[in-house]
């Protein structure tokens, strides 16, 4: 009999969820509170249901061939950024194709989630849920948490001295979808991520100004790279080689180097301040806001009045009719008991970001708790396909007696700053990628490929490391893999490809003589010195015959 899972919440990383447990052979059931599937992606215009939806104008900032799950490609007429709707319906294609929307109630939240008393033999679970004012209750056999992680806004008000005397108007970014209402009025932005970049631009257009307040500064990256392909594609193993054996100090100096030489941070007001972890951000066009003097860079806020702000360095912006902020969420567990609920919050106890450490039985996987510098996406898919076979017994992880002394250990380190807490950093993606797939055993073999099939090789380490890597082996292994890798760069200048320009003749070169004629030219030569040679031989041979050898020496010149 199939064991029988509880997945809680059907955006992406339910989907993935959903689909790797049909893999194994799971039984799955999705609650989802919402009417519909895709969790933020899928737009509201109004936040009052309480959800974090995406705002309207949002772009993806990972591209469609590194964003994809490992088995189902972005069809090659998809832009490589898309807007949130093409996203969507992404995510509606991958959910029809492998029918997974039967496996979903809708309208339907989870309100608590226990052990059974018989836990530490079973380890099942007892799931109580409602769906519109019924209430429910199942036993599963495990559990997959695929809440995410921007359940609740971060609102720190008590950090803004003199904030409840501001008389404008206060929201934070989750209350944000389109700009019309912000026409003419002088805004302030708090917080410098993506989502503050993407706001203080597009409020730039319509807004008399906007101030955009950051503690740390960012890096700001451009969605293209030279050349004007995805930056992402260039995120490859060969990259990730160099700078795990190279020096940090000298990686950080080229970096800096190379991102100032596109855009001189200092000057626009955006370098990261001394002592401050580094960060990036994907925006291609702040700096042209700055630049055009829509949007004004500014320190971090020391104070409010009732309607000014007065910064760290000194200065004060006045007339300020909105305080938007961008400073992140809150997520939390509110079905679970204590003291599962604290071990589930702190990302660092979790083993490998996905096992909290406490549970003698390991039925229990938080998915999509994670902040990696590649796509989230990906990475719920390859922390789903490892859960569901640990379920089934086929991976192991080690027991809960470790994993607790390792997690307490951990703790107190961070709490006597031997080591910091890390929870908050974006991982590696190549890192964690890799990481997961080799419990599965699907990670690539890169020296055996090589062997094997130099061509595939080649791409894999030297090429953009896209999902599709790890479904050329072990468990999962996709039979499309290998041809999605080699035409990956297909499937990213497709959309690219819509004016097609004759090309006009160019000035013949001597590069392009020598191409032509090289080949041709060094054949005939080697045939007329073979011959050449050949002739002389002959000739020395009858001469030889013809007169004794000291007739000869008067031929052979002498040296002087």
Same mark, same amino acid.
């Given at each position: ?51 974090t ?43 029809e ?12 939240t ?7 008393p ?15 004012g019924?209430q ?20 720190p008000l ?19 979808r ?11 932005v ?11 631009v ?11 307040s ?34 940090? #100090?000298?990686?950080?100096?080229? $970096? &800096? =180097?190379?991102?100032?030489k @596109? ?7 955006? %370098? +990261? ?79 490998? #970001?996905?096992?909290?450490?406490? $549970? &003698? =039985?390991?039925?229990?996987? @938080? ?7 590649? %796509? +989230? ?18 991976c192991?992880?080690p027991p ?19 080591i910091k ?31 094997k ?7 894999v ?68 010195i ?31």
């Open positions: 009999m199939a064991k029988k899972v509880a997945v809680i919440g059907a955006g992406v990383s339910g989907l993935s969820s959903i689909k790797c447990c049909l893999d194994e052979n799971l039984e799955p059931t999705c609650f989802e509170r919402s009417s519909d599937f895709g969790g933020l992606w899928k737009f509201a215009d109004t936040s009052k249901d309480g959800m939806r995406v705002y309207r104008s949002l772009v993806t900032n990972v591209c469609k061939e590194m964003s994809c799950y490992s088995d189902f490609p972005f069809p090659e007429d998809y832009p490589n950024f898309m807007s949130h709707e093409k996203f969507w319906d992404y995510l509606r294609e991958f959910a194709h492998f029918g997974l929307l039967r496996y979903i109630r809708f309208k339907t989870v309100l608590s989630v226990t052990k059974r018989d836990f530490s033999e079973t380890g099942q679970w007892d799931v109580v849920t409602e769906t519109e019924k429910d209750r199942a036993v599963f056999d495990a559990v997959m948490v695929c809440t995410g992680q921007f359940l609740s806004p971060h609102l008590e950090s803004f001295p003199g904030i409840h005397k501001f008389k404008g108007q206060i929201l934070h970014s989750q209350e944000y389109i700009p019309d209402a912000f026409r003419g009025k002088r805004i302030l708090i917080g410098l991520g993506n989502t503050g970049g993407d706001i203080a597009e409020l730039s257009r319509i807004a008399a100004q906007v101030f955009l950051t503690r740390t500064g960012t890096w700001v990256l451009s969605r293209s790279s030279p050349g004007g392909y995805p930056f992402n594609m260039m995120q490859t193993r060969w990259l990730n080689f160099l700078v795990r054996v190279l020096p940090s #100090r000298f990686i950080n100096w080229t $970096l &800096e =180097r190379k991102m100032n @596109i855009l001189n941070h200092e000057n626009y007001g955006l %370098s +990261i301040a001394k002592g401050k972890k580094p960060k990036f951000i994907v925006n291609d066009e702040l700096p042209a806001c700055i630049l055009c003097g829509k949007v004004t860079m500014k320190t971090s806020v020391k104070n409010f009045t009732d309607s000014s702000v007065i910064f760290e360095d000194g200065t004060t912006e006045a007339n300020i009719d909105v305080v938007i902020f961008t400073t992140g969420y809150e997520f939390s567990f509110p079905f679970f008991e204590e003291p599962l609920k604290s071990f589930c919050t702190k990302k660092i106890t979790l083993y490998k #970001r996905v096992f909290p450490p406490n $549970l &003698e =039985r390991t039925t229990l996987a @938080i998915i999509g708790l994670i902040s990696l510098n590649g %796509s +989230i996406l990906v990475g719920t898919e390859f922390q789903a396909r490892w859960a569901t076979r640990v379920f089934k017994g086929l192991s992880i809960s007696q470790k994993l607790m002394a390792e997690a307490t250990k951990t703790e107190q380190l961070i709490k006597r700053g031997v807490d890390t929870s908050q950093d974006k991982l590696d993606f190549i890192t964690y990628m890799d990481e997961l797939t080799q419990c599965i055993g699907a990670k690539p073999s890169i020296p055996l490929l090589f062997i099939d130099p061509r595939l090789a080649w791409e380490f030297f090429g953009p490391c896209t999902p599709y890597q790890y479904r050329l082996v072990g468990p999962g292994r996709w039979d499309g893999a290998r041809n999605a890798i080699l035409t990956q760069w297909d499937r990213t200048l497709k959309p690219l490809k819509t004016r097609i320009v004759p090309k006009s003749p160019e000035p013949t070169s001597l590069s392009h003589y020598l191409k032509t004629w090289g080949a041709p030219v060094l054949l005939v030569s080697l045939l007329l073979y011959k050449s040679s050949h002739f002389l031989e002959l000739v020395q041979g009858k001469l030889l015959r013809r007169f004794p050898p000291y007739r000869l020496l008067w031929y052979i010149p002498q040296n002087s």
